[in-house]
C-alpha cells in the first residue's frame, strides 16, 4: 500500500496544497526543499529533507530512500524574458539532468513509482481544429517545453529498463492562491481599469485550479492504471480571454475595461512593440482534452473555476492591503 510519498519543490506554489492534501488523506510525506532554511514554516509534512540545489549535486539517495512513490515537481520554470546566455542549457541543466538522477535514485532504493510534473508545453503553444491530447507527436516551440520533453523521453528510457513506474503529468497554465508570473500581471491589469484591447478575442483556453492539480497528482500517485501513462489535465471549462478577464475581475469586485480593437492593427501594433509573442499568448487557443485522466482514474476537476478564481482574488486583494 502506497503510504510514504516524498514531495519535490515541496515549498513551491503547488508543492505546499499538494503536500498539505495528501497528509490529509493519511499519506506520511517527505518535504524536499532546495534548503531547510528556506521558507518552510506552515509546511504541511512529517518530514523535510534538504535536496540542494537542482543545478549543483542534488542528494538524492537519502531523499528517496524508504518512500513508495515521489512526486517531481521541482523545476527552473517558464519565463517570459530569460536573461540565460543558453537558455537551453540552463533548463537542461535544472530541469533534464536531475531529472533523470532521481529516477536512477528511485530505481536503485527500490521507489515503485514516480509521477512528473511536465507541462503542456511538451505538445506545442496554440491549437487550431482539436485539442491537445497525450497522443500528440510532442512539437515544443521553447527551451522550457524542450528540457520537460527530454525529461519525460529520459524518464521513459528509464522505466522501461528498470520497471520504475513514470506517471507523466501535463497541465496548462496554472493558477490560485500564491500564484505568480503573467496571472499576477493580469490581475494588477485588472485591479487598476487599465483599458485592455482584447474585447473582440475569441479563442479558447484551458487552465487549472491548484486545486484541482493537486486532485489530479494524488490520484496519479495512488491509482494502478496510472503506471506508464501520460494525462493531460484541466479545469472543466474552456474560457475565451475576455471570459477569463471578466470574471477574474468580477472575483475582485471590479469591472473588466475591454476595449474591441481589430485583430489586424493588434497583431501589427504587437510586432511594432516586439510583444507578438504576448498577443499570441492572449488571443491564441489553446485547448487541453483531459477524458483520458477522467476515463482511466476516475478524476474530475471537483473545483469550479469561479471557485478558484474568488480564491486567487482573495489572496491577492491580501497581498495588496498587506504591502499598503
Known sequence: MTNRIL????NGFVGRPLCEFLQGQG????????????????????????????????RWDAAVNGMDVIVHLAARVHVMRDKAANPLAEFRRVNLNPTLELARAAVRCNVPRLVFVSSIKVNGEETH????????????????????????????????????EVVIVRPPLVYGPHVRGNFVRMLDWLYRGVPLPLAGATNRRSL???????????????????????????????????????????????????????ARLLQLAASLCGQRETLRRLCGSLVVDSKKIQSMLGWTPSVSVDEQLRATARWYLEQREDLS
Open 208 to 262: 487549472i485550479g491548484v486545486q484541482n492539480l493537486v486532485s489530479a497528482l494524488a490520484a496519479a500517485v495512488v491509482h494502478p492504471k496510472a503506471a506508464h501513462q501520460t494525462f493531460l489535465v484541466c479545469d472543466d471549462e474552456h474560457l475565451s480571454t475576455p471570459e477569463l478577464l471578466r470574471r477574474v475581475a468580477a472575483a475582485m469586485s471590479r469591472k473588466a475595461r475591454l476595449v474591441p480593437v481589430p
Open 129 to 164: 481544429s482539436r485539442p491537445f491530447s497525450d497522443l500528440d507527436r510532442p512539437a515544443p516551440m521553447d527551451a522550457y517545453g524542450r528540457s520537460k520533453m527530454e525529461a519525460e523521453q529520459g524518464l521513459t528510457e528509464i522505466s522501461r529498463s528498470s520497471g520504475l
Open 27 to 58: 499519506f506520511v510525506v517527505r518535504a524536499g526543499v532546495r534548503k531547510v532554511a528556506d521558507s518552510t514554516s506552515g509546511l504541511r509534512a512529517q518530514e523535510v529533507v534538504e535536496i540542494g540545489d537542482l543545478g549543483g549535486e542534488p
Open 7 to 10: 514531495v519535490t519543490g515541496a
